[in-house]
């Protein structure tokens, strides 16, 4: 119990203070304590280390904490941020020796240009963003457009693909390109309220105010609870806006 009480603090850090190194110092001390833990909380508190260093850049040092737990497709997927292919697909490798259907065989089609299988609407769901955020974060754009080329047809899949990606982008700040993908996203779901919401958001972030009311107001006419347009809206003046609530 001690070991997941201290792993939240570690999290705090990390995800809440986005203090990579004071997690990662924060872990290292729990790793030397943490000399009888379970099993379940080794992985954990492996996991986050991996997701600390992994936020630093030091994808190397993440993929051989990975190893150690046997999580093979994390290890992949250090490789696959840093470039190198081969050591990708020897860890990719086992996993689909257990799991011929785990998202590391699309995901290896999408960065490759070689798409060969059809993902689950869930799979879709669970990782299409994070994977965008990840190759950003990583400057692996060659991998990044070969993703991307991929969104019409996930949105065949899954309807809400183009919203995924229009707003990992726009939370990176790739404001010219996330625009393209946050209307597609619109007409895909025209009765999403998040899709307004989200181009309430872009429309603030390139000071199109006016725009940007119309897109909140859409929102909330479709779903009136949808409490984060609501409050958006309320920091909008006749001038710039206070804050942007993501």
Known sequence: MAVFSQLNEARDLLFRERKAPAAEESLRLLMKQATTCTVEEKRALYEL?????????????????????HDYYQSGYCAMLQGKAPAMQQSWSKVLSQRQNHWCVS?????????????????IRNHMESDIANLIAANRTDYLENYLNYVDFLTQVNLEAPKFAGRALMNANWLDRAGTYLLQGQKALPNDPEIYFHLGQYSVALMHLKEAR?????????????????????????????????
């Open 49 to 69: 280390m991996g997701l600390a260093l992994r936020a630093q850049g030091r994808f190397e040092e993440a993929a051989d904490l990975y190893v150690q737990i």
């Open 214 to 246: 119309l897109m909140l107001n859409q929102c909330l006419l479709i779903s009136p609870t949808y409490r984060p347009a609501s409050d958006l809206l309320e920091t909008l003046t006749d001038h710039s806006p206070k804050s942007i609530k993501q």
């Open 107 to 123: 995901l290896y089609g999408l960065i490759s240009g070689q798409l060969r299988t059809v993902p689950t609407i869930f799979q």
